[in-house]
């Protein structure tokens, strides 16, 4: 096929006016760089900076609320617990283990000795906690340490015996808290053999001297892990003193009308309940980092106000699997709700297969002369004479003519994203398992883009900086997790999770995509 | 994102907006840019300068013109620019050289090809012949205006352009792409 042009300015001008070319893609990079590099930087970390400050703040104000409520419930409550040891008719030895230091003095000098109509108990302690325990038998009382501390008169009491179990059996308390051993330098602990008559109790004074020495050295309490230590051994002194002690192991001296009401009757816990009181703090606020690789399977929906450009794309593109990749930092409160953040990467792609048709249409125009007339001389007017010339008329053949032709390009879109969540939940244990629910919404950030677009009958490539995928948006999800835990604190987990669309994920064209994802994951936990 | 408003957000800095106009204009510009320099390499460069200069000047931009004007514009001064600070050698007032051009049809072979043939032989001209050309051929400048932008006589002007041409028609017709077609009168 052959076209014809008057002069090479018409030939230039009518091939190239209209040409174009798909421009490198370095160049929007560049430009980006030197245009856009500020904005982009602050798009990126000020949510990784609000996600990272408030994390820190949460767990800087419960770590520090936990740290206050421990320290002043241990003043307080060498204030007003007391240590009552009732009579017991097995020693207690054989009770705690006894193993620990004697770093609790007996000093003859400081033994206070009560009347033994007195309630026999003790005061001592600095708890965490104020766990109360309450025993309904008076029998089961009896063979239990209950320990107080009444710091306000100087003086503690060790009970050993049963008078005031009738009026104390459905109150006594037990108020523990750890407090450095050294302390056991203010403490004295007298004991006295009243009587060895049945009826006579026998009471066992710890005495407080010092406040301030007590209180200095709170200061010095390991929070968490001195507690059961601590507590152990505190009460392990005191029973190795108190056995110690010519307790005569009456079980009828039980005073009935001597109970002070002023004074806080506690049971002696077991060491399951001292253990489970000291670990209640740390078990109220608890922590969950989590690592978890999930499959995507995604539902694309295209729409547009061309409904064949929606059909077109809905046809010849196809959704493929995909990776997402997530790290999560949980707070867990009260073993129960779940609040966190974390970080992931996720990718987007699918399939596609375009036809590009190049219509070209050309015109070519044949001119032809054809002969119209005679022109004879002006004063040969009855034309006998040969003409002198010829009339030709030009005619203008036009013919327009369209030539198509069509390439298809198959590839891969594709795009990935820095996301950052935050989720809250519900926990529910059943054993070694724990089901968790969780809602989650995310913050996505284009991080890599390549593909190609077939928009107005033309493909289109694009990378990240002319990318159709949105540079940012938000997706909200619901998951559900199954955690099973294989070993101590750490954690096996799969996870399903559903992202319904809600957001077009195409930016600038014509074209809505809208994405349906269902999230298979598998990770491991560890918590604690 | 229509037209108007499109164009406002591009005024204030709106990099969506940017982007947008990127992508609509980027490729036919670029496409400009080709037939001014010699390689991809450089009119990459010319792309990435003039969409700098398009970015920076957005708020002369007049919002009742049309946009794609205004850039086809800003891209063509830069093109002009460019010659300008890279011309190693100020063009000779040759003032002899006008030959006398013939109006011959030429004939031209239909392909997918041609277009690309076209651009290859420009990026072959001198850089001179080949912004004379461009400038007169398709951005309709007349000699004067093209005198005045590149600071030459009009005499150089028109006398670039004819060589031009001719250097134009030589390579097509080695490389076979045009044939000169005998006119009626040289048939007879």
């Keep these: 096929m052959q076209k014809e042009h008057n002069n090479i300015d018409e030939l230039f001008k009518s091939e190239l006016s209209d040409f174009e070319t798909v421009a490198p893609f370095f160049v929007k990079q560049q430009l980006d760089k030197k245009l856009f590099k500020k904005k982009k930087f602050i798009l990126f970390f000020i949510p990784t900076l609000l996600c990272i400050g408030l994390i820190s703040i949460i767990l800087y104000s419960t770590t520090n609320t936990t740290k206050k409520i421990s320290q002043t419930s241990t003043q307080n409550s060498l204030k007003t617990q007391t240590i009552d040891k009732p009579n017991t008719p097995t020693p207690l030895k054989k009770k705690r283990n006894t193993n620990a230091n004697n770093n609790i003095n007996s000093t003859d000098n400081s033994h206070v000795i009560q009347n033994s109509t007195k309630p026999k108990q003790s005061n001592i302690g600095t708890p965490t906690h104020s766990t109360t325990v309450v025993k309904n038998n008076s029998k089961e009382s009896q063979n239990k340490n209950s320990i107080s501390a009444t710091p306000s008169t100087s003086s503690a009491l060790v009970g050993n015996n049963g008078l005031n179990s009738a009026k104390s059996k459905n109150k006594q308390k037990s108020t523990i808290t750890p407090f450095n051993n050294n302390v056991n330098n203010a403490i004295d602990i007298s004991k006295n053999d009243l009587s060895k008559s049945e009826n006579i109790s026998k009471t066992h004074t710890v005495s407080i001297q010092n406040d301030i020495s007590i209180n200095a050295n709170l200061d010095s309490i390991e929070i968490n892990n001195t507690k059961e230590t601590f507590i152990d051994s505190l009460s392990n002194n005191l029973q190795t003193k108190i056995a110690k002690s010519p307790i005569p192991t009456s079980k009828d001296g039980i005073n009935k009308t001597e109970t002070n009401s002023d004074s806080i009757v506690s049971a002696p816990p077991t060491d399951s309940e001292l253990h489970s009181s000291f670990t209640n703090t740390s078990k109220h606020i608890g922590y969950l980092f989590s690592w978890t690789t999930g499959l995507n399977l995604s539902n694309s929906t295209y729409s547009s106000e061309n409904s064949l450009d929606a059909n077109y794309f809905q046809a010849n593109n196809t959704d493929k699997l995909n990776f997402d990749h997530n790290i999560y930092a949980d707070l867990i409160v009260k073993d129960k709700f779940l609040i966190g953040s974390g970080i992931g990467l996720s990718k987007q792609s699918y399939a596609y297969s375009y036809d590009e048709i190049l219509t070209t249409s050309f015109t070519t125009t044949d001119t032809s002369l054809i002969f119209s007339n005679y022109i004879y001389a002006s004063n040969d007017t009855l034309q006998e004479f040969p003409p002198i010339d010829s009339i030709y008329q030009m005619t203008i053949d036009t013919t327009t003519n369209t030539s198509t032709s069509k390439t298809t390009y198959n590839g891969v879109n594709q795009a990935q994203y820095v996301h950052i969540p935050f989720q809250i939940g519900y926990l529910h244990k059943i054993n070694k398992l724990m089901i968790g629910i969780q809602a989650n919404i995310r913050y996505n950030l284009l991080y890599n883009a390549s593909g190609r677009l077939y928009e107005n009958n033309k493909i289109k490539a694009f990378d990240k900086t002319n990318s159709i995928f949105k540079t940012s948006y938000f997706d909200v999800s619901i998951k559900t997790t199954l955690y099973y835990n294989f070993y101590e604190k750490i954690f096996l987990h799969g996870s399903i999770k559903y992202t319904p669309k809600l957001n077009n994920t195409f930016q600038n064209s014509t074209i809505k995509r809208e994405l349906n994802n269902y999230q298979f994951g598998l990770g491991i936990s560890y918590k604690f | ?188």
């Design chain 2, 1 to 188: 994102m229509d037209n108007q408003n499109l164009k406002k957000k591009f005024i204030k800095g709106n990099k969506r907006a940017f982007d947008t106009i990127y992508s609509d204009y980027s490729n036919a510009m670029y496409s400009v840019c080709l037939r001014y320099t010699k390689n991809t390499d450089e009119a990459a460069d010319m792309l990435q300068n003039a969409f700098i200069k398009i970015y920076e000047n957005r708020k002369s931009f007049n919002t009742e013109f049309e946009l794609g004007s205004w850039i086809k514009r800003i891209v063509i001064n830069t093109a002009i620019d460019h010659y300008n600070k890279n011309k190693k050698m100020i063009l000779v007032q040759d003032e002899s050289y006008f030959e006398t051009e013939v109006e011959t049809t030429i004939e031209v072979e239909a392909s997918n090809q041609l277009k690309v043939q076209l651009l290859t032989t420009i990026s072959l001209l001198p850089d001179g012949y080949r912004t004379i050309f461009n400038l007169y051929v398709f951005e309709n400048l007349t000699h004067q205006e093209i005198a005045t932008h590149l600071n030459i006589s009009v005499n150089t002007s028109k006398s670039q352009l004819s060589r031009a041409r001719k250097m134009l028609k030589i390579t097509l017709e080695k490389q076979n792409i045009i044939k000169q077609k005998k006119s009626n009168a040289e048939r007879a």
